[in-house]
């Protein structure tokens, strides 16, 4: 299963997303990751939260958290495989005691056949990745919130987290951080006034939202 898992990563790093986003599109968001790294490296054993533009558009993260040591290494738009194609640069330099990802959302959009399963699959491959190259980091994945722009997706959303729980559940060291429920009105509804006029990103209101959830599982 090992090796099955180790070609799929490899067609996924050189081949990119077939209906998506290119790895190359996000070069120059990356070079400037680079650029900061290189005037500045940050710390080690930091908590690297890294993925799509809802952690890119988090931009005052650490207000959120204080007391912790938060690197934020989202870039808009991108999708599971960008994350594994540019880990090399983005996840493993840092030497992070904890890797928190929002991502997966986005592999919906750019391909609107795609299944849950095949997410799951790119997820499974993000995992091992940084499982095999930092072996004593925690991992937590942040659920796939139910953008009202994208509400065609939502099924295979729900799918999508559900597989990636029972998957994390079986793993040591690892969470599932699960948003969807406080991001809910008084109805049970999603809370669409948390969201921008895109109805797709979000206010400070549905971040704070964001920071009681996930801040129980970030360590110390």
């Known amino acids: 299963m090992k090796k099955v898992w180790g070609l799929l990563a490899i067609c996924l ?23 900061a790294d290189s005037l500045k490296m940050p710390p080690k054993d930091a908590i690297l939260f890294v993925g799509s533009s809802s952690f890119r558009k988090w931009t005052d993260v650490d207000k959120y958290f204080p007391g912790y040591t938060i690197i934020n290494r989202g870039f808009g738009g991108s999708q599971l495989p960008n994350l594994i ?72 959303f729900e799918k999508t987290n559900g597989l990636i ?12 951080i ?6 809910q009105d008084a109805s049970g509804q999603v809370d669409t006034s948390l969201f921008l006029s895109d109805q797709l990103h979000m206010k400070p209101a549905g971040y704070a939202r964001w920071q009681k959830q996930i801040q129980p599982y970030l360590l110390k």
């Open 165 to 176: 729980e029972d998957f994390l559940e079986e793993q040591s060291n690892a969470e599932f």
């Open 13 to 35: 790093v050189f081949l990119g997303p077939v209906n998506g986003q290119s790895n190359q599109s996000f070069k120059g968001e990356i070079n400037h990751f680079l650029h």
């Open 85 to 156: 194609y540019y880990a090399d640069k983005i996840i493993f330099p840092y030497h992070p005691k904890q890797v928190i990802i929002y991502c997966g959302e986005n592999d919906f959009d750019y391909d609107k056949s795609i299944s849950a399963d095949s997410v799951f699959e790119r997820f499974h491959t993000l995992f091992d990745l940084i499982r095999e190259k930092l072996p004593e980091a925690n991992i937590g994945y942040v659920s796939i919130k139910f953008s009202p722009s994208r509400k065609y997706a939502w099924p295979r």
């Open 178 to 183: 699960d948003i969807t429920k406080v991001m």
